[in-house]
């Protein structure tokens, strides 16, 4: 951060609330150009935003405004100087759906907690797309006001561009922009007078209090109903079950009955395209961030997406017909140097042990040595309170008391950094062990959780097995 936007950020959170800035912890950045900061003063707290594009930021401020209005679960402004390009959010947490579907999935299940939660996500998509969407104020759409012709040749030639060009498919270039222009006339087919998301995905999806709230809907404009839901139910890392899908895309049109009458068989059809579309669209940007910006983590989601293609088109049934492009993805999906470079298989062991100080430091038993050692000691302990003293690192109590220390957030940024180095490089050079370990007095509290945050990051973004051991609490993963 420069020191212009520290300055400005300051000035936003002083001059919305009597309390100085104590610390400013950048969060780690995604594939755009905004710029995320976790803000403490000495009795609050807030997320503060840099954004360079004013109209994306107009756009974002705008539909919140909406939202709120609408009493959509959305963070609240608490200021804003789009003069400077700058504002300020409620802090919503660390917990995205992505990261606690992670958490509870195992072995390749489902848990019934899991389905509840994206049934209550699914329950509010249409108050977005049809509530939210009749007040909104569509000039302030960005970079286009619908998700039209012009919307989809953009995603379309993404795809064509930064993915089948890089990753060497051929291809009929006029032929299957003849098949392009089909498709995106027959897409159009269907009612598009709607908001659409845009990004309706599980990362930009918060869970506060188990409650859902959304977020990243700067994209927003208007089209089809079923974007959105393909968008969230074909998330590629998400990997949800084809099963569980068919359940949620029958509990979204169950919720959208009371909002309109359904047309089910015709819905479905316009679905299956628009799940076509959104994974191209995604596909386009993991070629562009995977091989052009090799960015490893964007790589990771090419095997997901492929898989989703693979059980799509046994399944669709366009009244139209392309050719080209049904050529086109099943050479995509039978590509031997996309099945053999970018492979779900574990490559990489990264082991994360949690540990008590007083009984020394873990011994690295592969032989491999070196990795990393934390001193979870400079976190606020809260085993000092008689509240959290048989609680652990994995009890939400304690976890929501280590969240709101400021230099805990700060910590593991840092540890993140270090890490992510290092895992980076040993993939590069094909090593296979890592070990990290996390100290605190006891090795209950801190230490704890902070080695579950890291296997969390760790997950989420590479291509790594990872074990994780709590010593003191005598478990393993």
Not at 104 to 110: A, I, K, L, M, T
Not at 357 to 372: L, M
């Amino acid at each position: 951060m420069n020191e212009t936007t520290r300055k400005d950020l300051i000035r936003l959170f002083e001059g919305w609330i009597d309390d100085n800035v104590a610390e400013i912890v950048p969060l780690p950045q995604s594939g755009s150009d905004r710029k995320y900061f976790r803000m403490f003063g000495q009795r609050s707290r807030a997320i503060g935003v840099f954004n360079p594009d004013k109209k994306e930021n107009l756009a974002f401020l705008s539909f919140t405004k909406t939202f709120l209005s609408e009493g959509l679960r959305v963070p609240e402004i608490y200021a804003e100087a789009p003069e400077d390009y700058v504002y300020l959010l409620r802090d919503l947490g660390d917990i995205t759906l992505y990261s606690y579907l992670k958490s509870v999935r195992s072995e390749g299940n489902f848990p019934q907690k899991l389905l509840d939660t994206y049934k209550s996500v699914i329950e509010e998509l249409p108050r977005f797309q049809i509530a939210g969407g009749q007040n909104i104020d569509y000039s302030a759409c960005y970079p286009r006001s619908r998700f039209d012709k012009q919307s989809m040749h953009w995603d379309l030639n993404y795809f064509k561009y930064y993915f089948l060009k890089l990753a060497k498919i051929p291809f009929d270039e006029q032929a299957l922009e003849e098949d392009f222009q089909t498709f995106m006339d027959y897409l159009l087919g269907t009612d598009c007078d709607f908001f659409l998301y845009r990004d309706f995905q599980s990362r930009n999806v918060m869970l506060v209090d188990d409650q859902p709230y959304f977020i990243d809907y700067q994209g927003g404009r208007r089209g089809a109903l079923q974007y959105d839901l393909a968008s969230l139910l074909y998330d590629s890392k998400a990997d949800i079950p084809q099963p569980i899908r068919d359940q949620l895309l029958e509990h979204y049109l169950k919720t959208l009955r009371n909002y309109r009458a359904v047309d089910t068989d015709q819905f479905v059809r316009y679905f299956h395209g628009y799940v076509l579309i959104r994974i191209m669209q995604a596909m386009g940007s993991y070629g562009y961030r995977g091989f052009y910006e090799k960015k490893e983590h964007f790589l990771q989601s090419i095997p997901y997406a492929l898989e989703n293609l693979r059980d799509l088109l046994g399944k669709i049934d366009f009244p139209v017909k392309l050719p080209t492009l049904i050529d086109v993805l099943g050479k995509l999906i039978g590509a031997p140097r996309l099945k053999t470079l970018y492979s779900p298989e574990k490559t990489m062991t990264v082991k994360i042990t949690s540990f008590s100080y007083k009984k020394g430091i873990p011994i690295d038993t592969t032989g491999h040595g070196g990795g990393f050692v934390f001193d979870c000691r400079a976190i606020h302990n809260p085993g000092r309170y008689a509240e959290y003293k048989q609680l652990t690192g994995k009890d939400p109590a304690v976890q929501n008391f280590l969240e709101d220390q400021p230099e805990f957030h700060g910590f593991l940024q840092n540890v993140f950094a270090l890490v992510d180095q290092s895992v980076e490089t040993y993939l590069q050079r094909k090593f296979t062990h890592l070990m990290v370990n996390f100290g605190c007095t006891g090795g209950q509290h801190r230490s704890v959780y902070c080695a579950e945050k890291l296997a969390e990051h760790l997950r989420d973004k590479y291509k790594t097995n990872i074990e994780l051991r709590h010593i003191e609490l005598d478990t393993e993963e």
